[in-house]
């Protein structure tokens, strides 16, 4: 068995935004060598998300608009800001878009649907983390 670990880092300067990283991990996918396995696409923090969907920039904005009106960045709201932080509403938006994603390799590939695409999303930017890449398969 192969297997690839990479890691993908982001300073995004809005404090709410998403990127899409399907180029980055299909190069993963071609550097590992794998032809039939999974891919691993892992946020590796509690304040940002891996998602799949549609490259399309009015349903990112309407993401962004969902997402502000189920969890607004209103510090006084929550009590995690009680310990110094403002960004609770940060963590309940990664609870709902996902804290990670595995797609299928095959031919060498990221096998998707149509249309479909990895994200990063940010929710509270302007601070580097990390994503974690993880190929593996034959």
């Avoid at 709201?77 to 309940?92: C, F, L, M, S």
């Avoid at 990390?130 to 034959?138: N, T």
Wanted: charged share 30%.
């Amino acid at each position: 068995m192969k297997s690839l670990t990479r890691y993908l880092t982001f300073q995004v300067p809005q404090r709410m935004d998403f990127v899409n990283i399907t180029r980055d991990v299909a190069a993963a996918v071609q550097e590992s060598g794998v032809q039939e396995g999974l891919c691993l696409v892992n946020a590796m923090h509690i304040t940002a998300s891996v998602f799949i969907n549609d490259e399309e920039s009015g349903l990112k904005e309407d993401y962004k608009e969902w997402l502000e009106h189920l969890a607004p960045h209103d510090p006084a709201r929550y009590r995690h800001n009680r310990t110094g932080e403002d960004n609770g509403d940060a963590h309940h938006k990664r609870q709902i878009m996902g804290r990670e994603v595995v797609v299928a390799v095959t031919g060498g590939s990221l096998d998707f649907g149509t249309w479909e695409q990895i994200f990063y999303g940010e929710f509270d930017g302007k601070r580097s983390k990390r994503v974690l890449v993880k190929v593996i398969g034959e």
